[in-house]
Each structure stands twice: as structure tokens, then as C-alpha cells.
């Protein structure tokens, strides 16, 4: 026998069918033991016994499918994802999650309001208002406002002090002194020469008429000097009521110069 044939009669006998003339049949195959449902644990649907066969592992209770979760088991069909829209959410705003994996863009807002700006995530809204304080404002006395409506009492100020007296509002200040008022020669009393008019300047009140002196008796006063003859004085040093002093003479021989500058007779 040719190595051909050999490979033959092997293949034959592999087959289990008679190679030839004088060789012995090949032996038969074990029978073939099909599976059950239970045994492959199948709920459900055809499946494969295994030797050519179908089972048939029936259906699935109401509300279930087969392979739902597994191969030929029963189990519940997960309901197909429904998105959610910015109106079933309550939003109006910015970009949010649609609950199946998706993201929403919910628009701007007007002028004049943020997103998110009323403290609601993705809801339109103006920023809450946050009221300032006096130290904020740096305000010490007086009301002032606090930005959100509301009045503020930011208190008094010290003895001798008044708010805005310094000129700034609602600050404690001292307030300031009035305008310097200066004086004229009349409201001086004054007649004559040169004095100050109490701001800094200088008054110039003019000259006295012929006769008197400029601040003999007061300062910047006209004053009308006296005589001899007018003060009755016949002798002696008298002073003429304009701060100089008159020599009216000396007494005959055998005269006195007396108290009153009158000379006396011996």
C-alpha cells in the first residue's frame, strides 16, 4: 500500500467507515446526549441542544424580555433615556446636563441681569444687593444710605465737633472759623496816623488839623494841646494833655512858683 492510500484508509478510519477489502469496521460513535433548558439555564427562546437539536425554553412572564439583561434569561427592559429640557428643569440659562448623558444651552440673559446672578444656578437674575456699613463708607456721624435702600445712623460726634464741620460729610470736624472782619478807623475810634485793621492790613486814618498832635492823649486820636494861658499856668513845667510838656516861665523876684503854677507874692 502507496503512502496515498494509507492516508486514505487512515482518513476512512477516522470516518469510521470500512477502508477496504479484509479490514475490520471502524467503531461507532457514542450516541450524542442532547442538553435541556435547565441544564444550559436557559429561560427562555430557541437554543441549541447540542446535537442538532432546538429547545424551546418558552417565554418570559408579562413586563419582561428574553435577553434582556442576559443570553436567554428573562429580565426587565431598562426604558429607553428621555432628555429633559430647560423648561422641565425650571432653567433659562447657561449650559446644564439633560440627564442622558447630553448638555442643555439655555440662552442668555436681558441687560441688566447674570446668569446665576439672583443665587439660582442657571435661572436669570440681578445680584443680590449687599448693603455697605459707616466704616465701610467711611462715614463717622449723621445718616447716610446703604446702597440697598435702607437708611444708616452712623452716630454723633464729640464736644466741640459737628458732622461735616470740617467739610467733609458726614465726617466730625471742628467747624472753621468765621471770615476775619477788619476794622475801619471809624469802628477804631480812630482820628488819625497809621494802625493795624485786625486781618492782616493796615489802616490809614489820615493827619490832624493844624493845632493837634496824632495819639498825644490816645493812640490815633487828634488831641488839642493846652497853653499856659489856657491852663491858668503863669510858671512852671505843666504837661498839655497831648503828652508834651509846656515851660510857662518863672516868677518875678520875691515871687514863688506854687503848687498850682501860679507865682505867689512874698
Known amino acids: 500500500m502507496d503512502f496515498r492510500s494509507k492516508l486514505i484508509a487512515l482518513a476512512a478510519l477516522a470516518a469510521g467507515v470500512a477502508c477496504g477489502p479484509g479490514d475490520p469496521p471502524a467503531p461507532a460513535a457514542p450516541p450524542c446526549t442532547p442538553e435541556t433548558c435547565a441544564s444550559l439555564s436557559a429561560q427562555c427562546g430557541d437554543v441549541p441542544d447540542g446535537c442538532d437539536g432546538m429547545l424551546a425554553c418558552g417565554t418570559c412572564p408579562s413586563g419582561q424580555a428574553c435577553s434582556a439583561t442576559a443570553a436567554h434569561q428573562c429580565g426587565v427592559v431598562a426604558p429607553a433615556c428621555v432628555p429633559k429640557t430647560c423648561e422641565a428643569l425650571g432653567k433659562n440659562c447657561g449650559p446644564i446636563l439633560d440627564g442622558c448623558g447630553g448638555i442643555l444651552d439655555c440662552g442668555a440673559c436681558a441687560d441688566g441681569e447674570t446668569c446665576s446672578g439672583g443665587g439660582v444656578a442657571n435661572v436669570c437674575g440681578k445680584p443680590r444687593c449687599r448693603p455697605t456699613t459707616c466704616e465701610a463708607a467711611g462715614a463717622e456721624c449723621g445718616p447716610i444710605g446703604d446702597g440697598c435702600g435702607k ?20 465726617v466730625c470736624g471742628a467747624p472753621p472759623p468765621p471770615p476775619c472782619q477788619p476794622k475801619t478807623c471809624t469802628s477804631a475810634g480812630a482820628s488819625c496816623g497809621s494802625m493795624p485793621d485786625g486781618c492782616g492790613g493796615t489802616l490809614q486814618c489820615g493827619a490832624c488839623p493844624a493845632g493837634q498832635t496824632c495819639g498825644g492823649a490816645t493812640a490815633n486820636v487828634c488831641c488839642q494841646p493846652k497853653t499856659c494861658a489856657s491852663l491858668g499856668a503863669t510858671c512852671g513845667a505843666v504837661v498839655d494833655g497831648c503828652g508834651e510838656t509846656l515851660q510857662c516861665g518863672t516868677c518875678p523876684p520875691g515871687q514863688t512858683c506854687g503848687a498850682n503854677h501860679v507865682c505867689d507874692g512874698s
Open 151 to 170: 437708611a444708616l445712623e452712623c452716630g454723633g460726634c464729640p464736644q466741640g465737633e459737628t458732622c461735616g464741620g470740617g467739610g467733609l460729610a458726614n
